[in-house]
């Protein structure tokens, strides 16, 4: 069956490409790939394809890259694709209500938590601020609404107390993935009962910005830890020390304690604590703002 359907997949960030490949290699006939545009990087300001179109080169997919989907023109060469069903995995940006009545089978999302906790653009980062022992991925039936439809599937992950979020991120989307292959015959066979969200215990999340990783040292050391492993590498925490911005890259929690492994001072490269102390024997860890 999988062979016969047209499949549009939407993504753009590199943790998109497990449920990418995972089509490819069960051999899903993947007739487009829609991403988010190219974006200018780096202090040489170039032009940076998203990951996800990257792997769409790779794999000879057609890639599109819209830089509005309320543009009509757009919509009218989505729907001439003619797709049975789309697979939507981090592509980034809300699709309107219009895209999902084209195919047969709709949208399918790939989200990274247990809904309905955590829907929105940040799951992962919010269990892990949140100390959460646990989270998973999803497969759901789109609707109108952000990350609000009927799940098909899920999958619980155990987060281990000292994970950070890139090593977390990528392990759930391995198992979303696998799972998304598990689900996906089973639902076009009509074999899944959707099951309704409870809309009442639903948790959101936002996009997480700079502002957002500032560091306020009244907080508990716990709770500063769990923002560290959270928001790096971005948007990176961070604080002031002698009126420079000073980043925070990796900590430990030890016997409550929390100590500091990797750091960044404004205008200076990412440097060992170690190696820090050597060359600013003054630091204290008091003195951060």
């Given amino acids: 069956m999988q062979n016969n359907l047209k499949v549009i997949f939407w993504g753009t960030p590199d943790f998109a490409i497990h449920p990418l490949s995972a089509l490819m290699e069960s051999g899903y006939s993947i007739i487009a790939i829609i991403t988010q545009p190219n974006k200018i990087t780096g202090r040489k300001k170039l032009l940076k394809p998203p990951p996800v179109k990257v792997a769409a ?15 009509d023109q757009f919509f ?12 939507v995995g981090g592509y980034g940006k809300i699709i ?14 790939v989200h990274p938590s247990l809904l309905p906790k ?33 799940i098909l599937s899920e999958v619980k992950y155990h987060l281990k107390p000292t994970e950070y979020k890139q090593e977390a991120e990528q392990e759930i989307w391995k198992l979303g993935g ?49 923002k560290i492993r959270a928001l790096n590498p971005e948007p990176g925490t961070w604080t002031t020390w002698n009126n420079k911005v000073f980043n925070i890259k990796k900590a430990k929690l030890i016997d409550g304690k929390l100590t500091l492994i990797t750091v960044q001072l404004e205008g200076k490269k990412e440097t060992p604590m170690t190696d820090f102390l050597s060359g600013h024997p003054d630091f204290n860890i008091s003195q951060l703002k």
């Avoid at 794999?59 to 309320?70: A, G």
């Avoid at 009218?76 to 697979?87: G, M, R, S, V, Y």
């Avoid at 076009?188 to 099951?195: H, L, N, T, V, Y």
């Avoid at 639903?202 to 040292?217: C, Y």
């Fill in 118 to 150: 955590y829907r929105g653009p940040s799951p992962i980062q919010g269990a892990i601020m949140n100390g959460e022992p646990e989270t998973g991925i999803g497969i759901i039936i789109m609707d109108k609404e952000m990350d609000h439809g009927p």
């Fill in 178 to 226: 696998k799972l998304l292959i598990e689900t996906l015959p089973k639902y076009i066979a009509g074999k899944i009962k959707p099951r309704i969200q409870n809309h009442e215990q639903a948790t959101f999340t936002k996009l997480l910005t700079r502002e957002d990783a500032r560091t306020d040292w009244s907080r508990p050391p716990q709770e500063i830890y769990n």
């Fill in 57 to 71: 080169q790779n794999y000879h997919i057609p890639v599109l890259q819209p830089n509005k989907l309320k543009d």
């Fill in 96 to 109: 309107p209500e219009r895209y999902l009545l084209v195919p047969k089978f709709g949208f399918i999302c």
């Fill in 76 to 87: 009218e060469e989505f729907k001439n694709l003619a797709p049975d069903i789309c697979i």
